[in-house]
T-cell receptor, first 115, second 113 residues
Framework: EAQVTQNPRYLITVTGKKLTVTCSQNMNHEYMSWYRQDPGLGLRQIYYSMNVEVTDKGDVPEGYKVSRKEKRNFPLILESPSPNQTSLYFCASSPRTGGSNQPQHFGDGTRLSIL | GENVEQHPSTLSVQEGDSAVIKCTYS??????FPWYKQELGKRPQLIID?????GEKKDQRIAVTLNKTAKHFSLHITETQPEDSAVYFC????????????FGDGTTLTVKP
């Protein structure tokens, strides 16, 4: 089954304790992206990756890191989490057919609570 | 950068009525405009999209229109059903080799039986 898998689905942690949210897709998609969703603010893009070893900042990258060492994986790293990073996070992927944008396939989301 | 504004933020209709959600964008270089539906507790899923070389696209009860001159695009749902109740997001992005996607803040649609 074609899917984007995020882990963990839920996490409660404390300020300053490094954490990683993993994202994996099995559709051989070139493009992957991370978003955070907060009430009333829609989906805001954190980072995206056009292909392996190619990453770039979205609109809200502060406090986050990403890496793209393999095509299927795109982990989101919070080196020193703070309470304002409490949010619902979505990973997404899409093909780049002909180089143009295509619909994004989203994971089921990760709900992070930073105390 | 791109700015996408979505209206209304909430919309309540009677079953069988039509619903219209409108988005405006700021960057004239944007050329891909998807709409996603997010049911409560679920992930966003694409329902329809349109590219800038097309003015209108329809899929059964759902249609999207694009006005490039005015930089706005709209989602039209006809004959609404209770299962259409969800949050709807519009988005805008540029074309080739551009990775940024900007989403609207969402519209909560409630269809009353």
């Amino acid at each position: 089954e074609a899917q984007v898998t995020q882990n963990p689905r839920y996490l409660i942690t404390v300020t300053g304790k490094k954490l990683t949210v993993t994202c994996s897709q099995n559709m051989n998609h070139e493009y992957m992206s991370w978003y955070r969703q907060d009430p009333g603010l829609g989906l805001r893009q954190i980072y995206y990756s056009m292909n392996v070893e190619v990453t770039d900042k979205g609109d809200v990258p502060e406090g986050y890191k990403v890496s793209r060492k393999e095509k299927r994986n795109f982990p989101l790293i919070l080196e020193s989490p703070s309470p304002n990073q409490t949010s619902l996070y979505f990973c997404a992927s899409s093909p780049r057919t002909g180089g143009s944008n295509q619909p994004q396939h989203f994971g089921d989301g990760t709900r992070l609570s930073i105390l | 950068g791109e700015n996408v504004e979505q209206h209304p933020s909430t919309l309540s209709v009677q079953e069988g009525d039509s619903a219209v959600i409108k988005c405006t964008y700021s960057d004239s270089a944007s050329n891909y405009f998807p709409w996603y539906k997010q049911e409560l507790g679920k992930r966003p899923q694409l329902i329809i999209d349109i590219r800038s070389n097309v003015g209108e696209k329809k899929d059964q009860r759902i249609a999207v229109t694009l006005n490039k001159t005015a930089k706005h695009f709209s989602l039209h749902i006809t004959e609404t059903q209770p299962e259409d109740s969800a949050v709807y997001f519009c988005a805008a992005s540029k074309g080739t080799n551009a990775g940024k996607s900007t989403f609207g803040d969402g519209t909560t649609l409630t269809v009353k039986p």
